[in-house]
């Protein structure tokens, strides 16, 4: 083993914040998660309520990202939730965070054209979306337009 292997072998992990279920929350409801943490079937069960709700969230906001929105504020409320009794949840959700800010900033001084393509391209998954759900010809239908290809390939 090389000298730097060694080091990454033996650093001892450091102290996560959120190791300790619902340290997320705040004091009043971190006191409360605490006392059902000591009744283990409600335990059980308030960790798979926030699961599902978490995940439910989650799911919702990956379907909305791209459309003009909240779609990344839904995601990441999505693993707020679970952050709060998952610590994978926690680190994912610092690590996307860090991730959608790096890229933000990277689109923020990228040439126009570059930015202009992204905004073209976001459009047209929102056109697409919008096409394969039927929305389009619906909307159409609301103004008097009846043309075929408005028509979703779905439904």
């Known amino acids: ?11 001892p992990r450091e102290a996560d914040p959120v190791d300790e279920r619902g340290s997320l929350l705040p004091d009043g409801l971190q006191r409360r998660r605490q006392a059902l943490a000591k009744r283990p079937a409600l ?12 995940t439910a969230v989650l799911i919702v906001g990956i379907v909305l990202i791209p459309y003009p929105g909240p779609g990344w504020l839904i995601v990441f ?10 610590t994978w949840a926690h680190r994912l959700l610092r690590f996307a965070r860090a991730k959608y800010d790096a890229f933000a900033d990277w689109l923020k001084v990228q040439h126009w054209s570059v ?7 976001t459009f047209a998954v929102v056109v ?9 010809e ?12 408005l028509a979703s390939p779905l439904f």
Do not use: C
């Not at 083993?1 to 650093?11: G, I, W």
């Not at 697409?128 to 389009?136: D, N, P, V």
């Open 1 to 11: 083993m090389t000298d730097q292997t060694e080091a990454a072998v033996t650093r």
């Open 43 to 54: 335990d059980l069960a308030y960790r798979i309520a926030v699961g599902v709700v978490g």
């Open 77 to 86: 409320a999505g693993l707020g939730i679970l952050a709060t009794e998952f």
């Open 115 to 121: 930015q202009l393509l992204f905004g073209l391209f």
């Open 128 to 136: 697409a979306t919008l096409w394969i759900l039927g929305a389009l």
């Open 138 to 149: 619906l909307a159409a239908g609301w103004v008097g337009i009846d043309w075929s290809w």
